[in-house]
């Protein structure tokens, strides 16, 4: 059974509800950021509120419903993430959802579409706030919430399976074993070894987006994803390089497509391409 969720929202959507006081846009950045672009939005280092503090592993509901509150996120809010780039915004609504969370939009397009429509921004328009005075309840999350994401042992075991299709989400040469890091990052690391999982078909993440970073139409995901995914599998199995490209792609299959059977390897390609043992191809 697909899960009930809030969503994706447009900017123009968002824009109308700007003057809501209970509206909490959450902007999920790539690296520290600096003021919000968002007028009355919060920032944040998108490890700062995804990840334990010292393992590698998704911060908890109960930590995860802390970290809300303290950017005025609980009972009552209206709460949308947005992402800088968009990608850091939908790693964060597939760890709620995991944990269980549904009550939390994505922006489709994040801080790129806000820019490229001109919407309002902080530092132009002033916005008055109500943060939560209660915290999120913290959710039980189900074996629904918890098979959105999938692990490397379990990857391992469906190689070769004819039910179960892998998309790799990374650019072309990353895909090919040319790189490790994008073609534009300075220094090519994120792994030990280059190449991909077996069998693995790529999806390059930004074909799903138009030129604004906002995901394209049903019908246009719908014709792209089928030239990867063949017939009607038991299982799609998400990765890139560290999971935020491949949560995108799980929005867009999940959300947009309506697809029940998508899972995220959350290690993806960081942790695969640096295990003793674990077979890769070019």
């Given at each position: 059974m697909p899960l009930i969720t809030h969503g994706v929202v447009s900017v123009e959507e968002i824009v109308q509800q700007l003057a809501n006081p209970r509206l909490v846009v959450i902007e999920v950045h790539a690296t520290q950021p600096s003021a919000p672009l968002i007028p009355g939005a919060r920032a944040v280092?998108?490890?700062?509120?995804?990840w334990h503090p010292l393992e590698r592993e998704l911060a908890d509901g109960a930590e995860l419903s802390r970290r809300l509150f303290d950017l005025g996120a609980g009972e009552g809010s209206r709460i949308v993430l947005a992402g800088d780039p968009t990608q850091f915004a939908a790693y964060l609504l597939w760890t709620l959802r995991v944990r269980?969370?549904?009550?939390?939009?994505?922006?489709?397009?994040g801080l790129e579409a806000w820019r490229a429509i001109g919407a309002p921004?902080?530092?132009r328009l002033t916005v008055t706030r109500e943060p939560a005075t209660e915290p999120l309840p913290v959710p039980v999350a189900t074996d629904a919430h918890e098979?959105?994401?999938i692990g490397r042992d379990e990857v391992r075991g469906l190689l070769g399976a004819d039910d179960v299709v892998l998309l790799d989400y990374r650019t072309p040469q990353e895909y090919s074993g040319e790189r490790v890091s994008g073609p534009t990052a300075p220094i090519d690391h994120g792994?030990?070894?280059?190449g991909r999982i077996p069998g693995a078909k790529p999806l390059f993440f930004r074909e799903l987006l138009d030129e604004h970073g906002r995901l394209?139409?049903?019908?246009?995901?719908r014709e792209l994803v089928g030239r990867s995914v063949d017939g009607d599998p038991r299982l799609i199995v998400n990765y890139c390089r560290l999971s935020h490209r491949s949560t995108l792609g799980w929005i867009a299959l999940s959300e947009v497509l309506g697809l029940d059977n998508v899972r995220v390897y959350d290690g993806s390609w960081t942790e695969w391409g640096s295990i003793v043992g674990f077979p890769i191809e070019k």
């Open positions: 280092f998108w490890k700062d509120l995804a269980g969370y549904e009550e939390v939009s994505y922006l489709d397009g921004t902080a530092d098979a959105l994401r792994a030990e070894r280059h394209k139409s049903a019908d246009e995901l």
